[in-house]
């Protein structure tokens, strides 16, 4: 299984970004899937989940209202759409994919076995 994130960069704060997450190996429509990330210094921390159906999401609270998870099974690929960014959301953003490690949450690390190597979003005041 392989994950590609794309899409980080540099924004204003009050400003949007798209993260992209491309699967191979597995099927998004078939998997639970997240987006975690890390800033210098923190631990992982757990931003979006989605199900395998697309129906089920769950947020953190510190993202809760401005960001968006979404799957295209066509493309295979899952979204975070991040808007109204803060200075705090400064972080490398990473994609999990869980296949079958054993499920404790759906913003916990360890719920998830396959990782993507991150995408950088930088976020100025």
């Known amino acids: 299984v392989q994950l590609v994130e794309s899409g980080g960069g540099s924004a204003q704060a009050g400003g949007s970004l798209t993260l992209s997450c491309a699967a191979s190996g597995a099927t998004v429509s078939d998997t639970w899937m997240g987006w975690f990330r890390q800033a210098p210094g923190k631990e992982r921390e757990g931003v979006a989940h989605?199900?395998?159906?697309?129906?089920?999401?769950y947020y953190d609270d510190s993202v809760k209202g401005r960001f968006i998870i979404t799957q295209d099974n066509a493309k295979n690929t899952i979204y975070l759409q991040m808007n109204s960014l803060k200075p705090d959301d400064t972080a490398m953003y990473y994609c999990a994919a869980r296949l079958r490690c054993l499920w404790i949450g759906p913003l916990r690390a360890n719920s998830y076995d396959y990782w993507g190597l991150g995408t950088q979003v930088t976020v100025s005041s």
């Open positions: 989605i199900d395998n159906g697309g129906d089920s999401k």
